[in-house]
């Protein structure tokens, strides 16, 4: 089983709609979670963070976690042909000495 | 700019050259990591340094070589070097622990060509 899993997609969502990115880990002790987004041949860059169950919104985007479930997702709202990239979604292990990333999904916004 | 610098950004090599990528954070973060990106593989953890000490190398071949000679520089040597080793190699740096709420921040990374 791998550590982080993510749908590779891609993810085609018309401009204007929701798009709903899933990621699911292993390690049940996880402390934290973040969503990062990779333009192509750019570095990641971080959009989102959540360590506490429930929701967590900034601006279009909300991340959701729901550790009993081992389960964080990242919506993003009134999708843009800007959000068009790949989403990769990052585990905090226990140690807190490293982060575990997963292989992103790919996300194309239709205009 | 993300305060985490590398260069150089391009690099081409042949299998018998030597070379070296930097890496440079103005964050005044004491953690860095090298990464590895290869085409629709997740980004695979190289090596971790807290405080200039090697805490993690994940059994990367010795033909990677990493340097950290503060807390702000990191570099990885490179030598004879495989086609398969051709990648995006992003550098990170960040608090250590790592804090809950702010992850890393990555360097624009060094696309390496392996001829």
């Not at chain 1, 204007?16 to 402390?31: E, F, H, K, M, P």
């Not at chain 2, 990648?87 to 921040?105: K, M, N, Q």
Request: net charge neutral; aromatic share 10%.
């Amino acid at each position: 089983q791998k550590e982080v899993e993510q749908n590779s997609g891609p993810l085609s969502v018309p401009e204007g709609a929701i798009a709903s990115l899933n990621c699911t880990y292993s390690d049940r002790v996880s402390q934290s979670f973040f969503w990062y987004r990779q333009y192509s041949g750019k570095s990641p860059e971080l959009i989102m963070s959540i360590y506490s169950n429930g929701d967590k919104e900034d601006g279009r985007f909300t991340a959701q976690l729901n550790k009993a479930s081992q389960y964080v997702s990242l919506l993003i709202r009134d999708s843009q042909p800007s959000d068009s990239a790949t989403y990769l979604c990052a585990v905090l292990g226990a140690a807190g000495n490293k982060l575990t990333f997963g292989g992103g999904t790919r996300v194309l916004v239709k205009p | 700019e993300t305060g985490v610098t590398q260069t150089p950004r391009h690099l081409v090599m042949g299998m018998t050259n030597k070379k070296s990528l930097k890496c440079e954070q103005h964050l005044g973060h004491n953690a860095m990591y090298w990464y590895k990106q290869s085409a629709k593989k997740p980004l695979e953890l190289m090596f971790v340094y807290s405080l200039e000490e090697r805490v993690e190398n994940n059994s990367v071949p010795s033909r990677f070589s990493p340097e950290c000679p503060n807390s702000s520089h990191l570099f990885l040597h490179l030598h004879t070097l495989q086609p398969e080793d051709s990648a995006l190699y992003l550098c990170a740096s960040s608090p250590f622990p790592v804090e809950l709420d702010y992850g890393y921040t990555f360097g624009s990374g060094t696309r390496l060509t392996v001829v």
